[in-house]
């Protein structure tokens, strides 16, 4: 089982029980899925993008990405109905876990001066969005291989029905956010 999925039952569900004065062990939020997105702007010019987006995320993940097209057209960005844009990959229980415990545990400590993840990129429902610029600060990708320079943006789904709850959560988790925030909801 994965560590922070153990951890989460041991000991997070209590705290958060009475932190929030929960009265049942089900209203207490928890880590639903996280979505993985990486844009593939380029790609209509170089079909090797799509190809090398989609086997770093494979690594990166250990499922295969779905790729993803535009549902409509664009002229701004030169985008037809139907283009390839990107690619995704929704992980759930135990996967999702372990690919927290490496985002907080390994990635997010690697990148180059990171002073802490922003408190404000909560959308008002529980849930967290984050972007990473660089593939290679995940120890999986080797950094010869890649052709491209992509990043992609990780979105936390949690069960909370308040940012502050998921906040909570998050921070028991790991996830470090800056100290200088000021969070309030």
Same mark, same amino acid.
Do not use: W
């Given at each position: 089982? &994965?560590?922070?999925? #153990? %951890? !989460?039952? =041991? @000991? !997070?569900?209590?705290?958060?029980? @009475?932190?929030?004065? !929960?009265?049942?062990?089900? #209203?207490?939020?928890?880590?639903?899925?996280?979505?993985?997105?990486?844009?593939?702007?380029k790609? $209509? #010019?170089?079909?090797?993008?799509?190809?090398d987006?989609? %086997?770093?995320? &494979?690594?990166?993940?250990?499922?295969?990405?779905?790729?993803?097209?535009?549902? $409509?057209? /664009? &002229?701004?960005? %030169?985008?037809?109905?139907g283009?390839?844009?990107?690619?995704?990959?929704?992980?759930?229980? $135990?996967?999702a !876990? #372990?690919?927290?415990?490496?985002?907080?545990?390994?990635?997010?400590?690697?990148?180059?001066?990171?002073?802490?993840?922003?408190?404000? +990129?909560?959308?008002?429902?529980?849930?967290?969005?984050?972007?990473? *610029? @660089?593939? +290679?600060?995940?120890? @999986?990708?080797?950094? =010869?291989? /890649?052709?491209? +320079?992509?990043?992609?943006?990780?979105?936390?789904?949690? *069960?909370?029905?308040?940012? /502050?709850?998921?906040?909570?959560?998050?921070?028991?988790?790991?996830?470090?956010? $800056?100290?200088?925030?000021?969070?309030?909801?």
């Amino acid at each position: 089982m &994965a560590r922070l999925l #153990e %951890k !989460y039952k =041991d @000991e !997070y569900i209590k705290e958060l029980m @009475e932190r929030f004065q !929960y009265k049942n062990h089900l #209203e207490v939020p928890k880590l639903l899925k996280i979505v993985i997105n990486m844009g593939l702007g380029k790609a $209509k #010019e170089e079909k090797k993008r799509i190809d090398d987006a989609v %086997k770093h995320l &494979a690594t990166i993940t250990g499922q295969k990405p779905a790729i993803t097209k535009a549902r $409509k057209a /664009v &002229a701004g960005f %030169k985008i037809r109905k139907g283009d390839i844009v990107g690619c995704k990959v929704t992980l759930r229980g $135990k996967r999702a !876990y #372990e690919f927290l415990d490496r985002l907080v545990s390994v990635v997010l400590p690697r990148i180059k001066d990171f002073r802490g993840v922003s408190s404000r +990129s909560f959308d008002g429902n529980g849930n967290y969005t984050l972007g990473i *610029s @660089e593939l +290679s600060e995940f120890p @999986e990708i080797d950094i =010869d291989d /890649v052709l491209y +320079s992509q990043g992609m943006d990780i979105t936390l789904v949690v *069960s909370g029905k308040k940012d /502050v709850q998921s906040y909570e959560l998050l921070k028991l988790f790991g996830m470090p956010f $800056k100290q200088d925030a000021n969070f309030v909801n």
